[in-house]
């Protein structure tokens, strides 16, 4: 079974321009999450989606962070303009069903950020 | 205060010793994850626990609902168990979200 892919690993960007990062979950997997992983620091979650309907974007910085799921299948999180404070590891995992204790979430391998 | 903590924050042991990872978290869950992340990688899932005790080769982890409290052991430590170990709990209400504790670097030492 493939994993959840994501694109690309590494980045490297000067402030103000601007990222996009490309997951692609699991098959079948109803439910997709962005987390950011500041260094040294646990996920946190971006935004979750359910299918291409959005669960809970509360802790998305909506005036620079935006994600879409047009098809409930991959998505794109994008980043305009970057800020210094944005270098993290982004992480997109999948489920396969949200409100089900007993689904595991996969994650991909993160997409490394880093502002200069 | 954070609603998942960890301890230690940094662990360091020699080969073969038997480690011990903790979890304490505040809220009402109905799932508790322990995962490995590995530096330059990504997450991989080891446990999903609700109740009692799992077992997976030289891991087991425990969690006791009442004391909301979960410890990930691992037996006959190697160096390629040298990772991050992530606590992350998905809570029993709302859009049922997890949340995660800030890891557990651990580091053996051959």
């Known amino acids: 079974e493939a994993g959840v892919a994501q694109s690309p690993r590494y980045k490297i960007i000067e402030k103000r321009q601007s990222v996009a990062f490309w997951c692609n979950p699991i098959?079948?997997?109803?439910?997709l999450y962005w987390y950011q992983q500041i260094l040294g620091q646990g996920p946190k979650l971006l935004i979750q989606?359910?299918?291409?309907?959005?669960?809970?974007d509360s802790q998305l910085p909506k005036d620079r962070f935006s994600a879409e799921r047009l098809k409930g299948v991959d998505s794109t999180l994008k980043i305009q303009p970057a800020k210094l404070e944005d270098s993290a590891v982004y992480l997109c995992a999948s489920s396969l069903d949200r409100g089900h204790s007993g689904n595991t979430i996969y994650f991909g391998e993160g997409s490394w950020l880093t502002v200069v | 205060k954070n609603e998942v903590e960890q301890s230690p924050q940094n662990l360091t042991a020699q080969e073969g010793e038997f480690i011990t990872i903790n979890c304490s978290y505040s809220v009402g869950i109905s799932a508790l994850h322990w995962l490995q992340q590995h530096p330059g990688g990504g997450i991989v899932s080891l446990f999903m626990?609700?109740?009692g005790k799992k077992k997976h080769g030289r891991l087991i982890a425990t969690i006791n609902i009442q004391e909301k409290h979960s410890s990930l052991h691992i037996t006959a430590s190697h160096p390629r168990d040298s990772a991050v170990y992530i606590c992350a709990v998905r809570s029993n209400f709302g859009n049922e979200k997890l949340t995660f504790g800030t890891g557990t670097r651990l580091t053996i030492i051959p």
């Open positions: 098959s079948g997997h109803a439910t």
């Open positions: 989606f359910q299918n291409n309907g959005v669960v809970d």
């Open positions: 626990l609700s109740s």
